[in-house]
């Protein structure tokens, strides 16, 4: 998954993209870079890590202008190496482009190798850089009419900002599976996949990009493309657990989508319990609407660090659990003599919820009662979600009896899609991508082995 920004037409864009990635910072935390333009060319630095690592004052200060894009990465396509971060920038016939990506293309295997039979030479792995080929080879006239003409040659997930010397373009897939928003910032304009960069900036929101839109930024203001008819899909994983809480996705604020997929579990799975405890932190709003609508005390009976670094040194004597004990840890004092109900967001492969499930016995729980605020994962995203190949999802391939035998817990009660539609807004069922949940992949999944 990815997170990706711009401005334009501001002296300081640089500094802002940066302080939006920081915002997106959830989205991807491999590697993150900024691509300005101060009229003439590019200026762009990319760098593994955070974007507080990737970036120093003096850094930001080498990229001039009043128009930049960002792009924080979490590889779904491509191995996790600096020439496979974003974003992508080139000379091509018509000036400088550069492409921030967020998504999946489905067709990206077969649409490479096309590209590479006609001579391109790609410098990454990843679906992101076709863009840049197809805008290069195109015979319109215009950059943007090449843009145009790109994005009726992919298939798949892609929420995309463009920049040139002169422009910045931002597009959304007909399907919308990834957010992108429109916002203002005095005379500028900005672009992020959430609205919370927004609020960091003090940028206000205006609108959504519309799925299969294209929008134009320049010097005479914005106007709007539409490239392709929408056949909307949007990801419902964003408001499961994907974006934060505290953005506006697909038209509604997350945090209270997240409270009303609790309250629809705590309808649909109440359990006899002492206590709500949620899995820090995806876990908090659902835990939230789950306690209310049950009348039940809510409390943290685990606790997370948020110092947890990527790679950490194992002791030579083996302490149990010890991956999930350095990220949580259960507070004996909630949880000892109770009856706990414990709600998180999805499970994916089990191993983390397992493990979650024992330190919470261990504290001293007399029962424990697991609540998913989804449905069970049952397939891949092809559309830029991490997940595993089908063979590693647990429901795949195990009832929820025998998920919640191997969890180790007394119940376990996952949300009905029904449930999570009417939380997220869509009651009549349409609009959303639910594939995960229920094999209804709305496009290209043919040519796909996973990831
Ligand atoms: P697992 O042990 O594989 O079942 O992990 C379940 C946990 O992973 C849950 O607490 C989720 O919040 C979290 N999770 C779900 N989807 C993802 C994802 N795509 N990337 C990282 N974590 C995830």
Redesign the pocket.
Known sequence: ?CGIAGVFGHPEAAKLTYLALHALQHRGQESAGIVSSDGTRLYGHRAMGHVAEAFSEERLTKLPGDSALGHVRYSTAGDSSLRNCGPFWVDHALGPIAVAHNGNLTNAETLRRTLEEEGAIFQSTTDSEAFLHLIARSREVTTVERIREALKRVEGAYSLIFLTDRFLVAARDPYGFRPLVLGRLRDAWVVASETCAFDLIEATFEREVAPGEIVVIDANGVRSLQSQPAREARCVFEHI??SRPDSVVFGKNVYTVRNQLGRELAREQPAKADVVVP?PD??VPAAIGYAAELGLPFEMGLIRSHYVGRTFIEPSQSIRHFGVKLKLNAARSVIEGKRIVVV???????????KIVKMIRQAGATEVHLRISAPPTTGPCFYG???PTKREL?ASSHSVDEIRDYLGVDTLGYLSLDGVLRAAGAADGRGFCHACFSGDYPVGVRAQGGG
Do not use: A, E, L, P
């Not at 499970?347 to 983390?352: A, D, K, L, M, N």
């Open positions: 998954m657990y994907f899995v995806s876990g998180d967001d999805s499970i994916v492969r089990g191993t983390t919820s397992r979600i991490d997940t647990i």
